[in-house]
């Protein structure tokens, strides 16, 4: 069993940045694939990036990428999420998600855990 906890929410005006953190339990954090999906009020959830295992693979969602950083560190069983650039369409409770074995890391269906959120809001 693994629980995640994100952090690092909040708000901020469009142009800023802000850091997400996900803290997970567990003694196998290091072989989990680790994602950020994000689902904003009305909307569907969506992938935001995710890291493979072994960090040696990073993913992005073509709205973020070039301007969100997915990074891990295992010694402190925790994902990042640097968001710079932030514009007001990336408001949204996100979401940290863990997977156990190798699946499509784009696909909700693929992590078998789930943290319960934190809201990010950007202010035009």
């Known amino acids: 069993q693994v629980q995640l906890v994100e952090s690092g929410g909040g708000l901020v005006q469009a142009g800023g940045s802000l850091r997400l953190g996900c803290a997970a339990s567990?003694?196998?954090?290091?072989?989990?694939?680790m994602g950020w999906f994000r689902q904003a009020v009305g909307k569907e959830r969506e992938f935001v990036a995710a890291i493979s295992w072994s960090a040696g693979s990073t993913f992005y969602a073509d709205s973020v990428r070039g301007r969100f950083t997915i990074s891990r560190d295992d010694a402190k069983n925790t994902v990042y999420l640097q968001m710079n650039s932030l514009k007001p369409e990336d408001t949204a409770v996100y979401y940290c998600?863990?997977?156990?074995?190798?699946?499509?890391?784009?696909?909700?269906?693929?992590?078998?855990?789930w943290g319960q959120g934190t809201q990010v809001t950007v202010s035009s």
């Open positions: 567990g003694r196998t954090f290091s072989s989990y694939t």
């Open positions: 998600a863990a997977a156990a074995w190798d699946s499509n890391p784009r696909f909700g269906i693929s992590y078998n855990y």
